[in-house]
């Protein structure tokens, strides 16, 4: 790349000086380099390559901190480990942090002194973007987010046409006229989001949701304006767009005068608006917001739908998404709702929070020009899928149902990979 500008490494570092607490020092300066990480890393497991341990990609970004804003980094760079933001470095943690981590916490979870790897990660891609380096794939979704209101770019009116046959489709199938995929109404009890994948390649994810709210009898509607869930800002590292994308479905709950936002199952957007939201936004939201699964498993435990156990006859396994379980403490309503009518179902080890990531993470799917190294890692769970013997993966995150669906052609598994709304509809018994 060119050399970088004054301006471009200003942009970078001011990261570090707009810091609110000492929140980022403390896990800045408290890896003791003991290299729990790298065994917990399918970047390191896959390739044993040391320089993607997950402790080289907090170095890199405390070594650019030291040089900058430590006496012995001014005086004494090379005694500290301190390193100059030039070109080099930059293009370094380019490929460390945007190319090598899929931020899915899993490090995190077992460093010995509880730093918060990820946190960095993020930090660094903050940086990163500041300076104008988000890998262009990546940046092309968010501005397409930013430009459209969807990161696929689909205009309302396909987006409405589509909507219109999914609703001719659910009244052909439940036979009730009554079973519509409402657009736009105010009052509602829920508003339910979308990942633009679904109208776009997967509209049946779309139905089998709106199959679900109808045979529990929902009050709800879908936005034709803000129905995006996803937030690839998060991942970008960009703050400014990552509260853009927030603010317009926080603003179009409040406009539709919804009571709920219903997120669908996309991990990284659940984490985006219902964790981080509340950060970027700087208040707590006056809507409750609930996650699909939380949803589907509600319905359940109160009699609101039932499940024909005698329908999925396959052996079925769960993909737990690293956003929703790890980062978002959803682990058990998954199973609940499995367990409730799938005869024959059997858990990944490791599993829960301890499970392996899927590879599409962290934006992963989105850069192409990491495809070879995200296939690389896909072995792991390709292999841990292999040994439950399981034909069917259910995932509740649009991105972990593509990664899979990419594993299974890829190292031949001849899987079928469902949503936890899919499998759902698939076996609702309709009054």
Aim: proline share 3%; with cysteine; charged share 25%.
């Amino acid at each position: 790349m060119a050399e970088l500008t004054k301006e471009q490494t200003g942009k970078g570092l001011q990261v570090f000086e707009n810091l609110k607490d000492s929140k980022l020092l403390t896990h800045l300066n408290s890896c003791v380099h003991c290299g729990l990480c790298a065994e917990s890393c399918i970047y390191y497991l896959a390739s044993k390559d040391d320089r993607l341990t997950p402790a080289r990609k907090v170095d890199i970004v405390s070594s650019v901190y030291r040089r900058y804003f430590t006496v012995a980094g001014q005086i004494f760079p090379s005694l500290v480990n301190a390193r100059n933001l030039d070109e080099t470095t930059a293009n370094e943690m380019v490929d460390l942090l945007f190319g090598a981590c899929t931020m899915c916490g899993r490090c995190t979870m077992h460093c010995s002194v509880g730093v918060d790897i990820g946190y960095i990660v993020r930090t660094g891609r903050a940086m990163l973007s500041n300076m104008g380096m988000v890998p262009a794939t990546l940046q092309s979704t968010v501005i397409a987010a930013v430009e459209t209101g969807n990161n696929m770019g689909i205009p309302t009116e396909e987006f409405v046409a589509t909507i219109e046959w999914m609703e001719e489709e659910l009244i052909d199938e439940v036979q009730n006229p009554e079973a519509k995929i409402p657009l736009d109404q105010r009052g509602k009890n829920v508003l339910y989001t979308l990942n633009p994948r679904e109208p776009k390649f997967f509209p049946l994810s779309i139905s089998a949701m709106a199959k679900i709210f109808f045979a529990a009898g929902e009050s709800w509607t879908l936005s034709s304006r803000m129905y995006d869930i996803t937030n690839y800002a998060f991942f970008s590292g960009n703050k400014n767009e990552s509260l853009l994308i927030a603010k317009r479905l926080f603003e179009e709950t409040e406009a539709l005068q919804a009571k709920t936002v219903v997120l669908a199952e996309c991990g990284h957007g659940s984490r985006a608006f219902r964790w981080e939201a509340p950060n970027y936004l700087d208040r707590k939201m006056p809507f409750e917001i609930k996650t699909s699964v939380e949803v589907i498993a509600g319905y359940i435990r109160e009699g609101k739908i039932k499940l024909d156990p005698e329908k999925i006859k396959q052996s079925v396994t769960l993909h737990d998404p690293c956003n929703l379980v790890r980062h978002g403490g959803i682990i058990q309503e998954q199973r609940y709702i499995l367990k409730n009518f799938i005869r024959n179902f059997i858990e990944m080890n490791p599993c829960g929070t301890d499970n392996y990531c899927c590879g599409g993470g962290g934006g992963q799917l989105a850069m192409s020009e990491y495809n070879d190294r995200r296939m690389k890692i896909a072995a792991i769970k390709a292999d841990q899928i292999k040994a439950t013997g399981a034909k069917i993966v259910v995932t509740p995150c649009h991105n972990c149902v593509d990664q899979l669906t990419q594993i299974s052609q890829s190292f031949k598994l001849g899987l079928q990979i469902k949503t936890l709304a899919e499998i759902v509809a698939e076996a609702l018994i309709i009054d």
